[in-house]
C-alpha cells in the first residue's frame, strides 16, 4: 500500500514540475558564408536615418529609438528653449551621463543659450546690412541673410572646441567619446561641443619596460592622453597624427603617428590600408592588431 501512494506522488510530482515538449525542433547552425548568403535574415521594416532632419521632433524620435533612452539610465536628452535674436528655438542636448564635465555644459553651454543677455537679445532686422557705400547720391547696401546656425555658432557657445556635423553616426561617435550633441529646430546640423569630464588614469611609470635614466612617463589608456606625451617628445610640426576606427562593434579609435617627409609614404600607406581591412568585432589591445595582421 505505502509503495503504491509512493508511486502516485512520484507520479503527481512529474505532471506538475517536468516538462515534455510537444513536438521536436530542428536547427542547424550554418558553417560557409554561402549558407549565410543563401538563408538571409529578413531585413528590418524600419530603417536607420542617416542624415540630420530639420524638424526638431523627428530628431529627437530618431535619437530615443537609436540610443533607447527610454531603456538606459546614463543617457541624458535635455530639452529647453534657445534664445536667439529675441526668438526662441526648440532644442536639446545629447550626452551620457559620467563622461562629461556638467560644469562646462552649465555654464558653457545651457548659459549662453538659455539666458536673456545682450548677445541673443539684440534686435535687428533678418536682413542685416553689412556694407554700405554713396556713389553718385546713390546708396548701395551689401545685405546678409540671417543664419541661425552660423550665429550659434560664432556668438552663443563659448566653448573652445566647437565643430557642426550633419549624420546620426558622426553623433554616436560623439557622444561615445564624451561629448554632448546640440540640436535646434529648423536646423539639419548638430553641434558636437566637446565637453569631456570622465575619469581617467593619470600619466604613470612603465612597468613591463622599466627605463633607469629615460623618461619615467608611459602611455594610459587615453588616446588623447598618449599623443599629447608624444607631441611633448617629439617637439616638431611635421609630426602627423591620423585617428583610424578599427573594430565594427567596439569602433576602437587608433593613432598612426609619423614624421612627415622622413617616413616612407608606401609603408604608412600599406599600415593604414592593413588597419582599415582588420575585419574583427572588437580591439581591445594592441596585442589584437599584432595577432590579427
Known amino acids: ?149 552660423t550665429y550659434i555658432f560664432n556668438h552663443l557657445v563659448p566653448q573652445n572646441s566647437v565643430k557642426q556635423i550633419c549624420t546620426f553616426d558622426d553623433v554616436a561617435s560623439s557622444v561615445n567619446m564624451g561629448n554632448c550633441c546640440l540640436f535646434v529646430d529648423t536646423l539639419n546640423i548638430v553641434f558636437d561641443i566637446d565637453v569631456k569630464g570622465f575619469k581617467q588614469r593619470s600619466v604613470g611609470k612603465p612597468e613591463n619596460e622599466v627605463v633607469i635614466r629615460g623618461s619615467q612617463e608611459a602611455f594610459t589608456e587615453n588616446i588623447r592622453t598618449n599623443t599629447s606625451l608624444l607631441r611633448r617628445f617629439v617637439n616638431n610640426e611635421k609630426l602627423i597624427i591620423e585617428n583610424l576606427e578599427v573594430g565594427t562593434i567596439t569602433q576602437t579609435k587608433c593613432a598612426v603617428c609619423y614624421i612627415e617627409n622622413i617616413t616612407n609614404n608606401d609603408l604608412v600607406a600599406e599600415v593604414k590600408y592593413r588597419l582599415n581591412n582588420i575585419d574583427v568585432d572588437s580591439i581591445l589591445s594592441s596585442r589584437s592588431i599584432r595577432t590579427t595582421h
Open 1 to 149: 500500500m505505502e509503495k503504491v501512494k509512493k508511486n502516485s506522488m512520484i507520479t503527481c510530482f512529474k505532471s506538475i514540475f517536468s516538462y515534455q515538449p510537444k513536438e521536436q525542433y530542428h536547427f542547424s547552425i550554418p558553417e560557409t558564408n554561402e549558407e549565410i548568403a543563401s538563408n538571409p535574415t529578413p531585413p528590418s521594416s524600419i530603417e536607420t536615418p542617416k542624415n540630420i532632419f530639420s524638424s526638431i521632433d523627428v530628431n529627437l524620435e530618431a535619437i530615443t529609438s537609436r540610443f533607447n533612452t527610454l531603456i538606459n539610465s546614463d543617457i541624458i536628452v535635455r530639452e529647453f528653449r534657445l534664445i536667439a535674436k529675441n526668438k526662441e528655438y526648440k532644442a536639446f542636448l545629447l550626452y551620457i551621463d559620467g563622461m562629461v564635465d556638467t560644469t562646462s555644459i552649465n555654464h558653457f553651454v545651457l548659459d549662453p543659450l538659455m539666458l536673456r543677455n545682450t548677445a541673443n537679445m539684440y534686435q535687428n532686422p533678418e536682413n542685416e546690412t553689412v556694407k554700405q557705400a554713396v556713389a553718385n547720391n546713390i546708396v548701395v547696401r551689401k545685405v546678409k541673410k540671417f543664419d541661425l546656425g
